[in-house]
Each structure stands twice: as structure tokens, then as C-alpha cells.
């Protein structure tokens, strides 16, 4: 009888390229897929392109960050189809000298897998020689854009071995968009790791750090403050549910982490509005938290996502979810494979401040139904969003990669 040829075995070593060194949502999320790697005994590195406090936290986990600090004029590129064409020559110019910084140092390394983190990284992978791209996985954290950016993603899409998308929603954007991708795209959710530190003592120190009202119900929101995130209508949304309790209190939980350009002044934007509201007693405005953003949830009653775009995953409802905080959200692009309406947190369509308003003021009306949605989101971040499950679906992924 033949004998059977063993598996090969799984290498466990990637290198991930991060454009930003910001803490936003794919970086939180490339944090996370560290801690349950790093866990399996990977070894992993990350290349940084940008400045932000990424590569410390990278260090918190022991994993090794790599500095290759991008050209601003890169950097600083859009994926705008409203841009002159004398900013994609410039744009051009400093990615011809950043690919060839790029393929100098991961010629030297060779990583097993090679997992690209962001939309530029994914286009000056594709350019790399078949040897260092024969293990490529580019991570899709978004729809497709549209204009220039969209017809070279297209082209450049061909030269990924793999594509991962953090959700259905964005899966099939990708697809519709570019057909030949399929049987190449897999769903990969983002994920979270169990609380850290007790939930309502963090919660009531959060409170009193940033002078919160200790016992007010407090509805917020934890988001960059970009202009699709809906901050907008989520100041007059409180308008709405101040005109009827005026106890309910508000807070806006975040900064401006963008290094692209168009990004920038959002805060004073947002606050000179809160003013023009009346709205500055029952509204603080709280910085960027890079460390203590798990306890800015459980200061929180209600985490509050109102995203104007339809958001390809939306990390921060699995976050305020996975401290027992009830959730409502815009009904639209990759939420309603977190939220069951009714179940697990509240839908409220995308722009409508008065169905926002509503749910707002239904949760702090009813503590029995905030109990319920608490503990069945809790469940669901439990069962479908934890890091032993991302971290299995990754394996999987890397393993086929390494078959050829």
C-alpha cells in the first residue's frame, strides 16, 4: 500500500504592510490579528508607512514594526476621482521611489506570507516580481473606489494569490465590481478580544477623568472623525432627544487620524454646530483615545454608529458590544451581519437623525430591553467575532496559500 504523502507543513511567519501608522479601524483590526497569531506561535513583522502610534502598539505585542516611512505627496494621495491629474504625477513620481525602497527590503526578507493592509499597499504589490508576490494576500477594509484608483485596483487585483474582505457586504461590492475575483475573495469578520479590565469600575473612571455626569443615561459615539461617520446627525439627534429629556448626556469619543489630504478641522467644525445647537452643556467632545478607547465604551449606555456611507464593517459596534454596551446603528453595507435589529442592538437608517432620535430615547426609557440587547450582543461577539475564530479562518487561508 503507497504511503500517504503528509501534509505540508504551515510556515508560521508573515510580513504585513500597513500604510497608515494611525490607529483606525484597519489598523485596530491588524492588532487583532496579531494577538491571536502571535498567540499560535507566528512569527510576525509589520512594515509602517506612516507616523501614528501603531508601531507601539505593535511592540505591546511583541511583534516587531518595521519602519519605511512613505513619501508625504503618497501619503497624502486620495482615492478621489475628483483629483487634478498633476496630483496623480506627483502621486506617480513618489510611488516609483517608494516601490523600489519597498521591494529592496522585502527581496531581503522573503516572508512566507506576504498580507498587505491598505489600498496603496495593494497597488505597489502588484507590482512586485512574481517571486516575492507568490504568497500575497491583499485585506480589503472597504468598497471598491471609484474613478482612476478603481480602474488600476481592477488591474492590479490579478497579481493577489488571495483577497480577504471583512464582510459579505464588501465581498460582493468587490465582486460586482470585478467578476474575475471569484473564488478568490474570503470573508474574514474583524474581531475582538474579552474585556481586559472591569467593566463598570473603567467605566465610572472614564466618567469622572473627562468630567461626564456619573449617573446620566450617556449615548456616544467612538469614531474618527471623518465626515461619513455621521456626527452630524448625531447632533441632531440629541437636539431631538434634548427637546423631550433633557437629562440624557452625549459624547463624541475621537480625533482626526487621516494623513490623507482633505481630512483635518473637524472637531472645531463639529463643536462650532454643537454651539449653534445650544447644545454645549449635554455634549463633550473627548480626544483620540490610543489606549484607553475600550474604557471610553464602558463609560458609555449606548454606543451610537451613524454612518452616513454604508460602512464595509463597522469595528466599533463589535467593540462597545463586547463590553455588554447595547449598540444602534445605520442599517446599511456591512452591519447587518453584526446587529439582528431587535436582538443584538437597534437599525436606524443611514442620514435619518429622527429614527436615531427614537431609538436613543427608547433605550433610555426602557433599562430591561438595554439589559437584553447587552447580553445578546455579548453572545454574538462571543460566537462570531472573537479572535480564536479570525485566527482559524487566517490559518486556513495562509496554509492554502503555502500548498501553491
Known amino acids: 500500500m503507497p504511503e500517504r504523502t503528509p501534509a505540508p507543513a504551515l510556515v508560521r511567519e508573515?510580513?504585513?504592510?500597513s500604510v497608515s501608522g494611525q490607529l483606525g479601524g484597519a489598523e485596530r483590526c491588524l492588532l487583532s490579528m496579531l494577538e491571536g497569531l502571535t498567540a499560535r506561535g507566528w512569527s510576525c513583522a509589520v512594515v509602517v508607512a506612516g507616523p501614528g502610534?501603531?508601531?507601539?502598539?505593535?511592540?505591546?505585542?511583541g511583534v516587531e514594526a518595521i519602519a519605511l516611512p512613505m513619501p508625504e505627496e503618497?501619503?497624502?494621495?486620495?482615492?478621489?476621482?475628483?483629483?487634478?491629474?498633476s496630483a496623480y504625477i506627483r502621486g506617480a513620481g513618489a510611488a516609483t521611489r517608494y516601490y523600489w525602497l519597498l521591494r529592496q527590503y522585502l527581496a531581503s526578507r522573503r516572508p512566507a506570507v506576504l498580507h498587505s493592509n491598505g489600498l496603496k499597499m495593494h497597488l505597489l504589490t502588484a507590482l512586485l516580481p512574481a517571486r516575492l508576490r507568490r504568497s500575497l494576500v491583499?485585506?480589503?477594509h472597504d468598497f471598491p473606489p471609484a474613478g482612476m484608483a478603481g480602474r488600476l485596483l481592477g488591474v492590479a487585483s490579478r497579481r493577489a494569490r488571495l483577497l480577504?474582505?471583512?464582510?459579505?457586504?464588501?465581498?460582493?461590492?468587490?465582486?460586482?465590481?470585478?467578476?474575475?475575483?471569484e473564488g478568490r475573495i474570503e470573508v474574514?469578520?474583524?474581531a475582538v478580544s474579552a474585556p481586559s479590565i472591569d467593566v463598570d469600575r473603567a467605566g465610572a473612571a472614564f466618567r469622572q477623568e473627562h468630567g461626564l455626569a456619573p449617573h446620566a443615561f450617556l449615548a456616544g459615539m467612538v469614531a474618527v472623525l471623518a465626515p461619513w461617520k455621521g456626527h452630524e446627525v448625531f447632533l441632531e439627534a440629541a437636539r431631538l432627544v434634548h427637546a423631550r429629556d433633557p437629562e440624557v448626556r452625549f459624547a463624541i469619543i475621537g480625533g482626526d487620524v487621516y494623513d490623507t489630504a482633505g481630512h483635518g478641522g473637524r472637531r472645531e467644525a463639529l463643536q462650532r454646530m454643537c454651539a449653534r445647537l445650544g447644545l454645549n452643556e449635554i455634549v463633550t467632545f473627548i480626544g483620540f483615545q490610543s489606549e484607553g478607547v475600550e474604557a471610553a465604551y464602558c463609560a458609555l449606555d449606548v454606543l451610537v454608529h451613524a454612518s452616513t456611507k454604508p460602512e464595509p464593517f463597522g469595528r466599533t459596534i463589535i467593540e462597545a458590544m463586547a463590553v455588554g454596551r447595547p449598540v444602534i446603528a445605520a442599517n446599511a453595507g456591512g452591519v447587518p451581519e453584526i446587529v439582528r435589529e431587535g436582538v443584538d442592538g437597534l437599525l436606524t437608517p443611514s442620514r435619518d437623525a429622527e429614527a436615531l432620535a427614537e431609538a436613543i430615547l427608547r433605550l433610555a426609557h426602557r433599562p430591561v430591553l438595554r439589559q437584553s440587547l447587552s447580553h445578546s450582543g455579548l453572545e454574538r461577539v462571543r460566537s462570531m467575532f472573537s479572535i480564536t475564530e479570525q485566527t482559524r479562518r487566517l490559518e486556513e487561508i495562509y496554509l492554502r496559500l503555502q500548498e501553491g
Open 14 to 17: 508573515a510580513l504585513y504592510l
Open 53 to 61: 502610534p501603531l508601531p507601539d502598539s505593535l511592540r505591546g505585542l
Open 74 to 85: 503618497l501619503l497624502r494621495q486620495t482615492r478621489s476621482s475628483r483629483q487634478p491629474w
Open 138 to 140: 491583499w485585506h480589503l
Open 164 to 181: 480577504i474582505a471583512n464582510s459579505s457586504a464588501v465581498r460582493q461590492a468587490w465582486l460586482v465590481r470585478y467578476p474575475r475575483l
Open 188 to 190: 474574514v469578520h474583524n
